[in-house]
């Protein structure tokens, strides 16, 4: 129990439960002392009595307790899956050669169909675009340190630059030589707006919005594009703004604003899994770990809640610790009780 108290406090617990939250199953299991089954978060059996419910780490501290397996939900499963797909990532992670789906699921030990399922309930994207992500990491990597672009693509492991400008190309936001060159010909417009909460950087590519940060200005942008040219906005920029700013004073509001927010696969998942959380409501670092597809890695889960370049159109002030406590924000706590105090 008390491992399990680490990760998730027992109301959180509860709600889980009762909600049926698959992207819990894994994080612990429940236990119904009237019946001495546990089960995991998703289980579909009728729901107990809260005071017949004790709650464990995993199921190795049920049985301790004395409770059995659910043989409906199997919930001792879960950490065969959870390891499975850890295993798929580290092979897709250290593969010389593109592995298709039919291979990297029977290098796992399950059938294709049900492992793109697992797989992508797990990371929140199939293992095709996991792989995806992986190339084109590996593409930014190396077209910074190659003097050229067509060798920056066939060591980041396509096998042609076609694939490259198909797949990958798009998600560097600019064009491959101009990434490599640190932005130098990208055009980036910014400008200061007065919010509620304090001056508010907002920047945009091209493509979206690229900065929003509270108490910047434009050498926050030099620093992070030293090559890109900087401009301020123009008047349709200042149209942009407006709208950025009214997503600040009403963060509750659903925007649909264009965002050209890049990172690390796991990091995107994160800031995924965060735009997936309603207005009013909180995640712990633990749960949106879970959801990113790597329970463990709940300080990593921090850690991109603190690079997230696009304050609150990537809502990071919904994150918080575990016990309930605030937890940290780029921003500063003033600003992350603010907001979530205005989503109410």
């Known amino acids: 129990m008390g491992a399990m108290e680490q990760l998730l406090d027992p109301e959180t617990a509860w709600a889980a439960l009762i909600a049926r939250d698959r992207s819990l199953d894994g994080r612990f299991v429940w236990g119904v002392r009237t019946t001495g089954v546990y089960c995991k978060p998703s289980c579909p059996a009728r729901r107990p009595r809260r005071e017949n419910v004790s709650f464990h780490a995993d199921g190795a501290a049920a049985?301790?307790?004395?409770?059995?397996?659910?043989?409906?939900?199997?919930?001792d499963e879960v950490a065969r899956d959870e390891a499975a797909v850890a295993e798929a990532i580290a092979l897709l992670k250290d593969a010389e050669e593109r592995m298709g789906l039919p291979e990297l699921a029977a290098a796992v030990g399950y059938a294709p169909h049900h492992f793109q399922r697992l797989f992508t309930r797990l990371v929140g994207m199939s293992p095709a675009a996991y792989a995806r992500a992986l190339r084109a990491g590996a593409a930014a990597d190396a077209l910074a340190s190659k003097a050229s672009v067509t060798s920056a693509i066939y060591e980041a492991g396509y096998s042609a630059p076609s694939r490259f400008y198909a797949s990958a190309a798009p998600r560097l936001g600019m064009a491959p030589r101009t990434y490599r060159a640190g932005g130098a010909g990208e055009v980036i417009r910014w400008t200061v707006a007065e919010t509620s909460l304090g001056p508010l950087l907002i920047a945009a590519t091209a493509k979206g919005l690229c900065r929003v940060a509270?108490?910047?200005d434009a050498d926050d942008l030099a620093r992070r594009f030293p090559q890109a040219e900087i401009v301020a906005g123009d008047g349709a920029f200042a149209a942009l703004a407006k709208q950025v700013v009214a997503a600040v004073e009403e963060p509750a509001t659903a925007h649909s604003l264009p965002i050209d927010a890049r990172g690390t696969a796991f990091q995107e998942a994160v800031w995924r899994a965060l735009g997936q959380v309603p207005a009013g409501t909180s995640l712990s670092y633990s749960e949106l770990a879970a959801r990113a597809g790597r329970p463990q890695a709940v300080r990593a889960v921090g850690s991109a809640c603190a690079a997230n370049p696009v304050a609150v159109l990537i809502p990071c002030h919904r994150?918080?610790?575990?016990?309930?406590?605030?937890?940290?924000y780029a921003w500063g706590l003033e600003r992350k009780a603010a907001l979530l105090a205005r989503e109410g």
């Open 63 to 75: 049985r301790a307790a004395g409770f059995r397996a659910c043989k409906r939900c199997r919930p």
């Open 319 to 328: 994150a918080r610790r575990a016990d309930g406590g605030a937890g940290g």
């Open 214 to 216: 509270f108490d910047a």
